[in-house]
T-cell receptor, first 114, second 112 residues
Framework: ETGVTQTPRHLVMGMTNKKSLKCEQH?????MYWYKQSAKKPLELMFV???????ENNSVPSRFSPECPNSSHLFLHLHTLQPEDSALYLC?????????????FGSGTRLTVV | DQQVKQNSPSLSVQEGRISILNCDYT??????FLWYKKYPAEGPTFLIS?????DKNEDGRFTVFLNKSAKHLSLHIVPSQPGDSAVYFC???????????FGEGTQLTVNP
């Protein structure tokens, strides 16, 4: 399989649940990203991993916890979320160096918190 | 502080006509600009880019224009097709390897 794959595509969870989003890339990229897309807002960068190290954490609440076990996999662990966290969560990958025309996005996970 | 702004949330054009999507930026350090296209239930896909050393880049029906003095770029699609209906995101970066900053997106609808 090629490209960036995200699972699950849809997720409905209660505020007390714990769940994880998974992202996998088969492009040989060495940087991975989590973005949040809410309606009528810009894509919000949440976390950046470069060469498997977290290099950016944009004031994201601690109820979101990323994990990057290797350069091909990225997780977003979720716990005690709020209804306002409902959004489309997008994973992307790229090469660290060079211009980022090569950002490749997954199809996203549509998260609904009830 | 919104460094990349797309002021039109939506645009509707007739098939065969030109679609013009606009984007403004405030950071003078931005030197590389991209347009991404997003269909519902899919992730954004790269469409076209332009470096600040150019003022125009063309790829088939898609042309991006950059006006550095006005800190403005635009995407022209001609002729527009119904399959072009999607959300278009403008993005910018400041230097090699730096992060992308995205605009809010513009929903383009091309009517048959």
């Amino acid at each position: 399989e090629t490209g960036v794959t995200q699972t699950p595509r849809h997720l409905v969870m209660g505020m007390t649940n714990k769940k994880s989003l998974k992202c996998e890339q088969h492009l040989g990229h060495n940087a991975m990203y989590w973005y949040k897309q809410s309606a009528k807002k810009p894509l919000e960068l949440m976390f950046v991993y470069s060469l498997e190290e977290r290099v950016e954490n944009n004031s994201v609440p601690s109820r979101f916890s990323p994990e990057c076990p290797n350069s091909s996999h990225l997780f977003l662990h979720l716990h005690t979320l709020q209804p306002e966290d409902s959004a489309l969560y997008l994973c992307a990958s790229s090469q660290v160096t060079g211009y980022p025309g090569g950002y490749t996005f997954g199809s996203g996970t549509r998260l609904t918190v009830v | 502080d919104q460094q990349v702004k797309q002021n039109s949330p939506s645009l509707s054009v007739q098939e065969g006509r030109i679609s013009i999507l606009n984007c403004d930026y405030t950071n003078s350090m931005f030197d590389y600009f991209l347009w991404y296209k997003k269909y519902p239930a899919e992730g954004p896909t790269f469409l076209i880019s332009i470096s600040s050393i150019k003022d125009k880049n063309e790829d088939g029906r898609f042309t991006v224009f950059l006006n550095k003095s006005a800190k403005h770029l635009s995407l022209h699609i001609v002729p527009s097709q119904p399959g072009d209906s999607a959300v278009y995101f403008c993005a910018a970066s400041a230097g090699s390897g730096s992060r992308l900053t995205f605009g809010e997106g513009t929903q383009l609808t091309v009517n048959p």
